[in-house]
Each structure stands twice: as C-alpha cells, then as structure tokens.
C-alpha cells in the first residue's frame, strides 16, 4: 500500500514538473478577471484535506500545484489561469464554500470529461464535462472549489452565479 502510495506522489510530482512549459494560454480572457499568468496564485497551493461532506465523497484530499491538481483519483492539467478581481471575489461570498471572508480568488480553465472517475468512482459535474473552476481562499485558512460546466468562462456576480444552470458542485477544505 505504501509503495503504491509513494508511486503515485511520485506520479504527480513528475507531472507537475513535465507540465511546467507544456499548457497553452486561452485564446480569449474573460471581461471580469484580471490575468494572473500561467500558474495557480501560491496562497492556494500544497495539499487541502476535504472539510464538506461533498468534497469528501467526491474529489477527498486535493493537491494544487501551480500548473496542475489532483482531485480524487486524476490529475487535471491547468490549460490557464486567471486571478479574479476583488469585485468577483466578494461576489463569491454567497457560495459559502468558505466561512469568513474570501479575500482571493483564481479562475481555471480545467477540461475534464464528465466520465473521469474522482473519488470511489464518483464523477464531479454529474456526468457533465467539467470546464471551469473556481479556487476561493478564505480568511480562515479554508479554500472552496466551484466547479462550472459551461462552454464559456462563468459570469461572476452574485445574481449570475446565484441563477447559472453551469454551477455543478462546491466543494470545501480546510488546511
């Protein structure tokens, strides 16, 4: 059991380091983020042990890298990443996929199949490709994931969020 564990780490290390250099940039970016580059922001990343009921049977522990995650059972390549601006963050505030008050928030374009197994074989947007994810850091230590199904980048506004039919899971953690 070790050694299968030790060789999965392994796994993700060397596909975060060969995924350095390898992603491609979002040919349009959306109107409401403020680019951020090519990596996921350093407050969000290392491991997040699951603290939602949701995240625990779906995605468990996950691990952020600054061009890759590992959620559940599968290492998801970032194709791009925007931080988000203080606006879209407070609008985030809502999802409660945090307690205490977001104070930064990231956008990713992550294709993923809606038949990639997670967790004990369970599938993050309902069998629906997941396209979008938000990373939201809270003022507690505590991140949440939102996870989007749709074409295009998510509106981010309190109403936009509160009526979007993308919306497939959040997810929280705690550190």
């Known amino acids: 059991m070790n050694?299968?564990?030790c060789s999965a780490i392994a796994l993700l290390s060397l596909t975060m380091i060969a995924a350095v250099g390898c992603k491609k940039k979002d040919a349009q970016t959306p109107i409401n983020v403020t680019p951020a580059g090519?990596?996921?922001?350093?407050p969000f990343l290392g491991t997040w042990p699951a603290s939602s009921n949701t995240a625990t049977a779906i995605l468990g522990d996950?691990?952020?890298g600054s061009t890759t995650m590992r959620l559940g059972d599968h290492v998801v390549v970032i194709d791009s990443v925007n931080s988000l601006a203080p606006t879209d963050t407070a609008a985030l505030a809502g999802f409660n996929t945090?307690?205490?008050?977001p104070v930064q928030a990231f956008l990713a374009k992550v294709p993923i199949a809606g038949s990639t197994p997670m967790l004990n074989g369970n599938v993050l947007c309902g069998g629906r490709d997941t396209q979008w994810?938000?990373?939201?850091?809270?003022?507690?230590?505590?991140?949440?994931?939102?996870?989007?199904?749709?074409?295009?980048?998510?509106v981010l506004t309190s109403a936009a969020l509160q009526n979007s039919h993308d919306v497939c899971g959040s997810f929280s953690f705690a550190k």
């Open 3 to 5: 050694a299968v564990r």
């Open 38 to 42: 090519s990596v996921v922001p350093q």
């Open 62 to 64: 996950i691990t952020i």
């Open 98 to 101: 945090v307690q205490g008050t």
């Open 133 to 154: 994810l938000v990373g939201v850091l809270g003022s507690n230590a505590q991140l949440g994931l939102i996870a989007f199904s749709g074409a295009n980048a998510p």
